[in-house]
């Protein structure tokens, strides 16, 4: 059974630091693309980062370009989302998720949330201006 926990949310105010991370168990953990999305409150769920499959290449979000950073610890099974220079819009609900190998989202569509199948609960992310 895949699953997905997340952790690391948590209070912060403007300016500061934050680092999610997301323990994946009962898959193959380098054969998925995994990403980070977030949905506040009113708001559709967006992509913010992923981490492909293929190469171990990394996509962002514009809006968190430059601020947040992905990574990866295949022994350790984590997925890692870094996040600096936070502002108050980066405020949501993050979610760590990942796609099936047998379905891998197409480039155009790496941080769409309806390519991921499998999906951690979420760890809340509040930045205070």
């Known amino acids: 059974e895949v699953q997905l926990q997340a952790s690391g949310g948590g209070l912060v105010q403007a300016g500061g630091s934050l680092r999610l991370s997301c323990e994946a168990s009962?898959?193959?953990?380098?054969?998925?693309?995994k990403g980070w999305f977030r949905q506040a409150p009113g708001k559709e769920r967006e992509g913010v980062s992923c981490?492909?499959?293929?190469?171990?290449?990394?996509y962002y979000a514009d809006s968190v370009k430059g601020r947040f950073t992905i990574s990866s610890d295949n022994a350790k099974n984590t997925v890692y989302l870094q996040m600096n220079s936070l502002k108050p819009e980066d405020t949501a609900v993050y979610y760590c998720?990942?796609?099936?190998?047998?379905?891998?989202?197409?480039?155009?569509?790496?941080?769409?949330?309806?390519?991921?199948?499998?999906w951690g609960q979420g760890t809340q992310v509040t930045v205070s201006s």
């Open positions: 998720a990942a796609a099936s190998p047998l379905f891998p989202p197409p480039r155009a569509r790496l941080l769409d949330w309806d390519e991921y199948a499998y």
């Open positions: 009962g898959f193959t953990f380098h054969d998925y693309t």
């Open positions: 981490i492909s499959s293929s190469d171990g290449s990394t």
